[in-house]
């Protein structure tokens, strides 16, 4: 998101959230104080769970214009936080209260912190006087959370509230995003200040680079220009900035195929003809091929991560490398750079685009259409009896026409949704990528529909990941949600499974994994419930579920053993995916 920096400003006047100067400011709880900082903050939504500590803000919120989401657990809290600040570019904002209430919103912070997501977190702390003498609930939670948030805060104050939330809210969505922490001890919650909002915020140790060195600019563009096969590697940064719009000028003013990390897909519609497919350990043969091939990778909001370079010694071994990034600690981290971009990627494209020449690449584009994986693409058409991972996202694709924001789980179905559920609106698509966060899909999908209730929401999960989160299904009847959960159900977790399939020797350890009748599951919780046991019953049930208003869970029982093909193995390239049973480890490999 592109911010302005700024400094502290307190002003003798208060400001009120709807915009009139008071003479003299109310004197509010700090619990008040929190509720108005929030309401300045355009937030209207708040997911959390009370708790001794945050029992004196849970008594203000009803006097507030805050929708409180009661999650059944503080992870979800979190990451519905997340998942609602994906799908609106908003701050997400959860509330948990001290001790096992805050360290379990840690993992959400976590998943926040490596997918570059903007949340706030407010927690509950002991009373001051009883703070280090380890009272009941009791733990340091800015201690804690510090490697996994952008920053975070202890407030010691009432007086500190407000330009402490201000300042929260400026780092979570300036920059490159990510979570910040808010810890306020029970007394200043209780105790009572002026109410006096800042108009504005910043820090000075901290200056976001946005706007590019020209220099690097014109560099880059001639290098862009000179190239014979170049490729855009398109990342989250480009969906975080907002910068779809321009990024598909850029494109279509380069001629440049386009390839894609996990999280950067949808930042060009999948549909554009210029959009080749996901990159990496499973991504599509052709772009891998394509990687193997150029002579150009441009990397545009990407921070060259293990599951999309593989074996970095053999990544992209004839391309020198351009890399746009916000975050001048990514750049050369993993990848050396021949130029440097550092800066927002809206701001970097808006400056490239009147740089760099008008081209076409029909040849390369056709070279890399030729080694398109022909056998595998008719083998996914040829359905077999039971219902077919591929041929489930692709009736979910086709139902939802390309406009329902898609969350996942983790596991073989978010890289079968990866590869085939065609992401044309990069804020729709919402998976766990960096830190691959296992229950993520239906707290996400919980947190999107809040944030975008016009739009349809599906949410792909595995049946392991689900039994993790399932309890959200209350939250989901509760808020009377219309969201659609795909189980894709194997009866194992998945993903280890195929790993121990072509690694470890078929030596099944610990993931085979029983569950619930999810149907009856479903009913208890005041859900709809579908099973769908052969292949011509998932569309009739896929167009049922988007007929019912409200919460609808469908079990598609699929082949025990399926894998996730193309696979790129453990320690190797891009250019040694394979692309079937007929692969067997060498030692190397393992």
Same mark, same amino acid.
């Given at each position: 998101?592109?911010?302005?920096?700024?400094?502290?400003?307190?002003?003798?006047?208060?400001?009120?959230?709807?915009?009139?100067?008071?003479?003299?400011?109310?004197?509010?709880?700090?619990?008040?104080?929190?509720?108005?900082?929030?309401?300045?903050?355009?937030?209207?939504?708040?997911?959390?769970?009370?708790?001794?500590?945050?029992?004196?803000?849970?008594?203000?919120?009803?006097?507030?214009?805050?929708?409180?989401?009661?999650?059944?657990?503080?992870?979800?809290?979190?990451?519905?936080?997340?998942?609602?600040?994906?799908?609106?570019?908003?701050?997400?904002?959860?509330?948990?209260?001290?001790?096992?209430?805050?360290?379990?919103?840690?993992?959400?912070?976590?998943?926040?912190?490596?997918?570059?997501?903007?949340?706030?977190?407010?927690?509950?702390?002991?009373?001051?006087?009883?703070?280090?003498?380890?009272?009941?609930?009791?733990?340091?939670?800015?201690?804690?959370?510090?490697?996994?948030?952008?920053?975070?805060?202890?407030?010691?104050?009432?007086?500190?509230?407000?330009?402490?939330?201000?300042?929260?809210?400026?780092?979570?969505?300036?920059?490159?995003?990510?979570?910040?922490?808010?810890?306020?001890?029970?007394?200043?919650?209780?105790?009572?200040?002026?109410?006096?909002?800042?108009?504005?915020?910043?820090?000075?140790?901290?200056?976001?680079?946005?706007?590019?060195?020209?220099?690097?600019?014109?560099?880059?563009?001639?290098?862009?220009?000179?190239?014979?096969?170049?490729?855009?590697?398109?990342?989250?940064?480009?969906?975080?900035?907002?910068?779809?719009?321009?990024?598909?000028?850029?494109?279509?003013?380069?001629?440049?195929?386009?390839?894609?990390?996990?999280?950067?897909?949808?930042?060009?519609?999948?549909?554009?003809?210029?959009?080749?497919?996901?990159?990496?350990?499973?991504?599509?043969?052709?772009?891998?091929?394509?990687?193997?091939?150029?002579?150009?990778?441009?990397?545009?909001?990407?921070?060259?991560?293990?599951?999309?370079?593989?074996?970095?010694?053999?990544?992209?071994?004839?391309?020198?490398?351009?890399?746009?990034?916000?975050?001048? /600690?990514? $750049? !050369?981290?993993?990848?050396?750079?021949?130029?440097? %971009? &550092? +800066? =927002?990627?809206?701001?970097?494209?808006? *400056?490239?685009?009147?740089?760099?020449?008008?081209?076409?690449?029909?040849?390369?584009?056709?070279?890399?259409?030729?080694?398109?994986?022909?056998?595998?693409?008719?083998?996914?058409?040829?359905?077999?009896?039971?219902?077919?991972?591929?041929?489930?996202?692709?009736?979910?694709?086709?139902?939802?026409?390309?406009?329902?924001?898609?969350?996942?789980?983790?596991?073989?179905?978010?890289?079968?949704?990866?590869?085939?559920?065609?992401?044309?609106?990069?804020?729709?698509?919402?998976?766990?990528?960096?830190?691959?966060?296992?229950?993520?899909?239906?707290?996400?999908?919980?947190? /999107?529909? $809040? !944030?975008?209730?016009?739009?349809?929401?599906?949410? %792909? &999960? +595995? =049946?392991?990941?689900?039994?993790?989160? *399932?309890?959200?299904?209350?939250?989901?009847?509760?808020?009377?949600?219309?969201?659609?959960?795909?189980?894709?159900?194997?009866?194992?977790?998945?993903?280890?499974?195929?790993?121990?399939?072509?690694?470890?020797?078929?030596?099944?350890?610990?993931?085979?994994?029983?569950?619930?009748?999810?149907?009856?599951?479903?009913?208890?919780?005041?859900?709809?419930?579908?099973?769908?046991?052969?292949?011509?019953?998932?569309?009739?049930?896929?167009?049922?579920?988007?007929?019912?208003?409200?919460?609808?869970?469908?079990?598609?029982?699929?082949?025990?053993?399926?894998?996730?093909?193309?696979?790129?193995?453990?320690?190797?390239?891009?250019?040694?995916?394979?692309?079937?049973?007929?692969?067997?480890?060498?030692?190397?490999?393992?």
């Amino acid at each position: 998101m592109v911010a302005e920096p700024t400094i502290i400003e307190r002003t003798d006047e208060a400001t009120s959230p709807n915009g009139r100067v008071d003479a003299e400011p109310e004197i509010l709880t700090g619990a008040e104080i929190t509720c108005r900082c929030l309401e300045a903050e355009g937030v209207t939504t708040v997911f959390g769970y009370p708790g001794g500590a945050v029992i004196p803000l849970y008594d203000a919120l009803p006097r507030s214009n805050l929708h409180h989401v009661l999650s059944r657990f503080e992870q979800w809290s979190a990451l519905e936080a997340d998942g609602y600040a994906r799908a609106t570019g908003k701050v997400g904002v959860c509330i948990a209260t001290s001790g096992p209430g805050a360290t379990n919103l840690v993992t959400g912070l976590a998943n926040a912190h490596l997918d570059s997501v903007p949340v706030v977190a407010i927690t509950g702390q002991v009373a001051q006087p009883f703070i280090g003498k380890d009272a009941f609930q009791e733990v340091d939670i800015t201690g804690i959370s510090l490697p996994v948030t952008k920053h975070n805060y202890l407030v010691q104050r009432p007086e500190d509230i407000a330009h402490t939330i201000k300042e929260a809210f400026y780092l979570a969505r300036s920059g490159r995003p990510g979570p910040v922490l808010v810890d306020i001890p029970k007394n200043v919650f209780l105790a009572k200040a002026p109410f006096d909002y800042p108009k504005k915020t910043g820090r000075r140790s901290y200056q976001p680079s946005l706007i590019p060195n020209m220099r690097q600019v014109r560099l880059a563009a001639q290098m862009i220009d000179e190239a014979k096969k170049p490729l855009i590697m398109a990342g989250h940064g480009i969906i975080l900035a907002e910068g779809q719009e321009v990024f598909r000028r850029f494109v279509e003013r380069t001629g440049i195929p386009v390839i894609f990390t996990l999280l950067g897909l949808g930042a060009l519609p999948e549909s554009h003809p210029l959009a080749e497919g996901l990159m990496g350990m499973h991504g599509h043969r052709h772009v891998n091929a394509a990687l193997e091939e150029c002579d150009l990778l441009v990397n545009i909001g990407a921070r060259f991560d293990d599951r999309a370079t593989g074996r970095l010694s053999g990544f992209a071994p004839n391309a020198k490398v351009i890399h746009v990034d916000i975050d001048p /600690a990514e $750049i !050369g981290k993993n990848v050396p750079a021949d130029v440097p %971009v &550092v +800066g =927002d990627a809206r701001e970097a494209l808006k *400056l490239l685009i009147p740089e760099v020449a008008h081209r076409d690449h029909a040849d390369w584009r056709a070279w890399i259409d030729g080694q398109r994986n022909r056998m595998l693409e008719a083998a996914l058409e040829n359905r077999p009896t039971w219902p077919e991972p591929y041929a489930i996202i692709k009736s979910i694709r086709e139902a939802a026409g390309g406009e329902a924001i898609i969350t996942t789980d983790v596991g073989q179905h978010q890289m079968w949704a990866a590869q085939h559920i065609g992401v044309e609106h990069g804020e729709r698509w919402i998976t766990s990528g960096g830190l691959g966060t296992m229950g993520y899909g239906l707290p996400s999908a919980v947190g /999107a529909k $809040i !944030g975008r209730p016009e739009l349809e929401v599906w949410t %792909v &999960v +595995g =049946d392991g990941g689900f039994q993790m989160s *399932l309890n959200e299904l209350a939250t989901a009847v509760q808020e009377r949600l219309d969201i659609n959960i795909a189980i894709i159900n194997n009866g194992y977790l998945g993903m280890v499974r195929q790993w121990q399939d072509l690694f470890q020797d078929k030596n099944y350890s610990e993931v085979q994994i029983s569950g619930p009748s999810f149907v009856k599951l479903a009913g208890a919780y005041g859900c709809t419930g579908i099973r769908i046991e052969r292949n011509e019953e998932i569309m009739p049930a896929i167009q049922r579920a988007r007929s019912i208003d409200g919460p609808v869970v469908l079990e598609f029982i699929i082949e025990p053993e399926a894998n996730v093909y193309p696979m790129v193995p453990p320690g190797g390239s891009n250019s040694e995916m394979v692309h079937g049973n007929l692969w067997q480890p060498t030692e190397e490999d393992v």
